[in-house]
């Protein structure tokens, strides 16, 4: 069953509450009239709005204040009535059976939604489960509506997928260069959320990718440039919080420099203060100067910074010693996801959260063992480790962002509201739009490009399928041979996977054979895999080959000379993967260029194509 929009009234429900609640629900009514003109507005309409949430704080338990800290993941399509699996799940790991459960039991100021927790079958049920988590948090003693957030960075990540609409990842959006573009898709993909019950977004990803081995960051960042990286992530918060959503930079202190990733080990930053200040500063200093409202912190160490070497999500002197004092950040701090390794390399499961509160954080998000946190913060908070004063001054930032992202004036969606906004016609063709605007020709020997569909018709498609990052359609193999079709020429799709062995190369040469062209999608191509090779026997054969990188664009160094053209995407979503064969085709002039440099194979240190590479015709 899906939880639906009901006809009762915000009002009538909260009033029904006993006691305190009741006393809340006049506090929290009368807050949300401060914001009927805007969504973004702040807080300063009507009469003050801090004291209307001060006394929402004050009506709190100790139990509820530290349930406000949390946001977590619940398994189920809806906050109720879950499938059995996902109770089971949810019994398990978190000791519920619901989010309404979870709701109750730890008074969770936010939940997170994922695609492999079962949250975001399609809109429709996102919506209803969504409005079925705001009816839980409004049915508390206190009545507090949820903030529900998501990773809808567009690109390789992303929970909410088709038919949503789905736009180039940053790194594309980076060889764009157009602000206008990256603000569009921000306004386009927060209405969307919004429309669907989420009014948190973790992104855009406000890091600098400098170092091109990076393997937990990469096309995520919008490239290696910090000016035009802080353009970008300015842009996109602009175009989110001015359609009523919260953005969120991350990861502070800059994540744009590591070899180790995050969620399975503790990566170092090697940067002086000095590089600090030139390389990773500047993208939260512009999307601090653009407004936002929340910003994630990294499970790095970074010494030049805190000589302790403590995480920088459990660091004072980097969250409130740099972003709090020297960048005058005022708006919540979040830290990434507390069940990556990072941050639990040191400390125990029990004390992260405490160290964290310590250091500055305000929302502590999605912690391995929530009963575990929890009672660890309790524990910290009896000993006097950590005021109540100090709890306050976190949740009032919390709510405060809750009242003006809307949701104390109506924290509920509608159906009628999925189907005017999600993925509707003028929508996925801006994001085609945007999407052509991005795609990079790298090379293209003797003109190969465009294909020519009379001279170069019969195109055979091979290549890395990875799984779909973000519930399109896939796998890119099939994606781009029907995008090929669709122009008229006749192409076939032959998986070859990431690892391609010797069968699946020897079947490729064999399709190749009578082909006028192939064109073959490379996923982190290095020098010695079998990527490589298979790229290696295509070019033997003579049949005029074209490289598509479906994800980093140093894949273009480690190609053979004898490849005919070369194509970064970006990204294997089907967005930029049509766009590419549109290129490809000579439907749209390549427009992108390169937001990183490409190193040479041989030396890292040396540039093969620099930024602002890229090819036209």
């Known amino acids: 069953m899906h939880e639906r929009k009901t006809g009762t009234s915000r009002r009538t429900l909260l009033a029904a509450t006993a006691g305190a609640a009741a006393a809340t629900a006049t506090a929290v009514t009368s807050a949300g009239t401060a914001h009927a003109s805007s969504p973004d507005n702040g807080l300063g309409h009507g009469h003050d709005p801090a004291d209307r949430l001060r006394r929402i704080v004050s009506l709190m338990s100790i139990e509820e204040k530290i349930g406000q800290l949390f946001v977590m993941r619940v398994y189920g399509h809806s906050a109720t009535e879950p499938d059995q699996a996902d109770i089971d799940a949810n019994l398990k790991e978190i000791g519920v059976r619901t989010a309404a459960e979870l709701i109750s039991t730890y008074h969770v100021g936010g939940i997170i939604y994922f695609a492999w927790a ?18 839980a948090g409004l049915a508390q003693r206190t009545p507090v509506p949820l903030l529900i957030s998501t990773d809808q960075e567009h690109g390789i990540v992303c929970r909410v997928g088709y038919p949503a609409t789905l736009f180039p990842g940053a790194m594309a959006i980076g060889a764009g260069g157009s602000t206008a573009d990256a603000k569009s898709l921000g306004r386009i993909a927060g209405a969307e959320l919004g429309a669907l019950g989420i009014r948190q977004n973790y992104s855009p990803d406000a890091d600098v990718n400098v170092n091109p081995a990076n393997p937990v960051i990469g096309v995520r960042s919008f490239g290696a440039d910090p000016a035009a990286v802080a353009r970008m992530v300015a842009a996109e918060v602009k175009g989110y919080q001015g359609a009523g959503i919260a953005a969120t930079a991350k ?44 910003i994630m912190t990294a499970h790095i160490q970074f010494p030049a910074l805190d000589p302790t070497n403590d995480p920088a999500t459990l660091s004072h002197p980097i969250l409130t010693g740099i972003l709090r004092d020297q960048l005058g950040f005022r708006g919540v701090i979040v830290t990434d996801s507390l069940g990556m390794q990072g941050v639990r390399d040191k400390y125990g499961d029990d004390r992260v959260p405490v160290l964290a509160l310590k250091a500055g954080v305000d929302q502590l998000l999605n912690p391995p063992s929530l009963e575990v946190a929890w009672k660890g913060v309790l524990a910290a908070v009896r000993s006097g480790e950590i005021t109540e004063q100090r709890l306050d001054e976190s949740i009032l930032r919390i709510l405060a962002l809750k009242e003006r992202r809307g949701l104390f004036r109506d924290p509920y969606v509608s159906d009628r509201g999925v189907d005017r906004t999600v993925g509707t016609r003028a929508h996925l063709a801006e994001a085609d739009r945007i999407a052509e605007n991005t795609t990079t020709v790298l090379v293209n020997r003797q003109r190969l490009l465009p294909l020519n569909r009379r001279t170069h018709k019969n195109v055979l498609v091979v290549g890395a399928d990875p ?13 781009l041979a029907k995008a090929l079709t669709e122009l008229g020429f006749t192409a076939t799709a032959l998986s070859t996977g990431t690892a391609p062995s010797r069968a699946l190369i020897d079947a490729a040469v064999a399709a190749a054979q009578g082909k006028d062209a192939v064109v073959v999608g490379t996923y982190n191509m290095t020098a010695t895999n079998s990527q ?51 290129v490809i085709a000579g439907r749209a002039r390549p427009r992108g260029k390169l937001p990183v440099p490409v190193p040479t194979a041989a030396d890292p240190a040396k540039e093969l194509y620099p930024i602002g590479y890229g090819l036209s015709y």
């Not at 202190?253 to 500047?282: K, M, Q, Y």
């Open 118 to 135: 079962h949250n975001t079958r399609d809109p429709h049920q996102i919506a209803a489960l969504s409005n079925g988590i705001q009816r």
């Open 251 to 294: 990861h502070f202190p800059g994540h744009g420099d590591t070899s180790v990733d995050s969620h399975t080990g503790i990566p170092v930053i090697t940067h002086t203060r000095e590089e600090w200040e030139r390389l990773d500063a500047p993208p939260f200093k512009a999307a601090i100067a653009a407004g936002i409202d929340s």
């Open 532 to 582: 490589r090779t298979l790229v290696d026997a295509l070019v033997a054969t003579g049949v005029p080959v074209v490289a598509v990188a479906i994800r980093n664009p140093y894949d273009a160094a480690r190609l053979p000379d004898g490849v005919g053209a070369c194509v970064a995407a970006y990204s294997w979503t089907d967005v930029e993967l049509r766009a590419a064969v549109r």
């Open 467 to 479: 799984a779909s990052p973000s519930g399109t359609t896939g796998p890119p193999t099939s994606v």
